[in-house]
């Protein structure tokens, strides 16, 4: 008789095991289970061939979760920013700082690496017709590109920067020009006999603005003032509870939000696919290409990232990958790492335990600068597209490419399909043509997923080992603020009220 109430115990004790972890994995379960649902009701719908406005109901959903989440980002970020770095003293602010951008610079470093290396092994291109596309008229020049860099790293405007950013125009103005007929000197318009008048047209760059948070200005802005609300100590205390519990609010605004995660996934997989009229034909005739971009996210992912992980923090790096699974879900159907950011927070703070104080100034820090997997796929692209062109590259040119993309992805907006804009930048500094980059597009709704998936990958890994280089504590032990109860980006079934 015991015996059978031991069995009957241990069993209800396993039941009980088994429906709590099925509540608290609930969300990224129905998570995978929409991206299935998505890939397949896709290819079930393209077959049909569905209108253009059909596809535009069928992605809604996914449209309106989306902009549920943009809404929220850049409230938790300058929120997040100011309450983070007002915790740290400015010596321990810069040491996250440098450890941060150091990883930065050498993973988009890394990325262009594995592409070059696999670029010389696949040789995707090197037997492939050049297939006439539209011309590109983009202007942008190198030094144009990094010029932008620094005028939104310090923001004219901080209320602007939260919708607007600096980008340099361009225009064209038709101008006189003189052509002389022989050697006479040239002379007054009213009374040169010698020369002709000639209309050319003549590049005129202007400093303009154009749509979009200035993320990387919103987060210099909100460090200033949160070092200076730290060094004010008491004074400053309302002013640093206000955007503790703010970002605490906008945290549980998320928190709400994220239960549309299912839906909006499935939505905009499934609109994706059922968009795409030639799957096949796409891959096979650009299918060395996908390859060596696709081979090289997953040796990155799977290899390389791990690799550093384990180097540096000594923690098994594919456990770290499953806790921020549903990050990285997120990251490949919505083609956004900005849209990511409250994911990433949660599985880093949460379920691997990094101070808060870190996670919220690295994970924005790195969603503006680090881009490793864009970096892979610039580099590759950049290379076919040389290739189809019949412009073979020598290996400066080849290194060249590499260096000027690693640094170029440090301006990379975290908005869907922002690397052509760099690559056509890339591939006019070397005198490349562009017009092929239209092939790309064809192929951009997956390597975009991809791509986005190694960069989410990527900033988690970054504020793992920022903080593993300062566990002995960023500064200040305690928090200028206070709050009574830790609250944690967790995302509870409502079902876990009832029991």
């Known amino acids: 008789m015991e015996m059978e109430r031991a069995i009957e115990n241990r069993g209800c004790c396993l ?7 099925l509540r608290r994995h609930l969300l990224f379960i129905l998570t995978l289970s929409a991206v299935i649902v998505g890939f ?13 406005d059909a596809l535009l109901w069928l992605g809604m959903p996914g449209e309106l979760f989306l902009r549920l989440l943009k809404m929220m980002i850049i409230p938790l970020l300058v929120c997040s920013v100011i309450h983070s770095t007002a915790s740290l003293d400015p010596k321990s602010n810069g040491k996250i700082s440098i450890v941060a951008f150091a990883y930065i610079m050498l993973t988009n470093i890394l990325g262009c690496l594995i592409a070059i290396a696999l670029f010389y092994v696949i040789k995707p291109g090197s037997e492939s017709p050049l297939v006439e596309g539209k011309t590109n008229v983009y202007e942008a020049v190198p030094q144009d590109i990094f010029a932008d860099l620094l005028r939104n790293i310090i923001p004219d405007n901080m209320v602007e920067a939260t919708f607007r950013q600096t980008q340099t125009k361009y225009s064209h103005e038709m101008v006189e020009q003189f052509q002389l007929v022989d050697n006479s000197t040239r002379k007054n318009i009213s009374s040169n006999q010698n020369s002709t008048i000639q209309m050319v047209q003549k590049l005129v760059k202007s400093v303009g603005k154009t749509d979009g ?10 460090m200033f003032l949160g070092t200076a609300a730290g060094k004010m100590g008491k004074k400053a205390k309302p002013f640093l509870d206000f955007f503790a519990v703010s970002t605490e609010v906008v945290l549980q605004v998320l928190r709400w939000f994220l239960w549309m ?5 499935s939505s905009l997989i499934a609109a994706s696919i059922a968009g795409t009229r030639d799957v096949t ?16 996210i997953v040796l990155h992912q799977a290899l390389f990232l791990p690799l550093i992980f384990f180097l540096t923090t000594r923690r098994n790096p594919y456990t770290y990958f ?23 927070l949660n599985a880093c703070e949460n379920k691997n335990h990094i101070d808060k104080r870190v996670s919220r100034f690295v994970i924005p820090f790195c969603v503006t600068l680090n881009a490793d997997g864009s970096a892979l796929f610039i580099t590759a692209a950049a290379m076919f597209i040389a290739n189809i062109s019949g412009h073979p590259l020598t290996f400066g040119e080849v290194a060249i490419i590499g260096l000027l993309t690693a640094i170029a992805s440090l301006a990379l907006p975290s908005v869907p399909s922002s690397s052509i804009v760099t690559l056509i930048m890339v591939l006019s500094s070397m005198n490349v043509p562009v017009h092929a980059v239209s092939l790309l597009f064809a192929v951009e709704w997956f390597l975009d997923r991809i791509r986005t998936t190694s960069n989410v990958l990527s900033h988690t890994h970054c504020a793992a080992i920022t903080h593993h280089f300062n566990r002995q504590g960023p500064g200040k032990t305690e928090e200028p603020v206070m709050i009574e109860e830790e609250v944690e980006l967790i995302v509870h079934s409502p079902d876990a009220y009832n029991s």
């Open 15 to 21: 039941v009980r095991k088994f429906r709590k972890s």
């Open 40 to 52: 397949t009701l896709g290819f079930l719908l393209r077959l049909a061939e569905p209108s253009a």
């Open 213 to 222: 948070p200035n993320i990387l200005g919103l987060i210099v802005a909100c």
């Open 261 to 265: 995660t299912p839906v909006g996934i």
């Open 281 to 296: 034909g796409t891959f096979s005739s650009l299918g060395l290409f996908v390859l060596t971009v696709t081979l090289g």
């Open 322 to 344: 499953l806790s921020i699974g549903r990050a990285w879900l997120i990251g490949f159907a919505a083609t956004s790492t900005a849209v990511a950011i409250p994911e990433m």
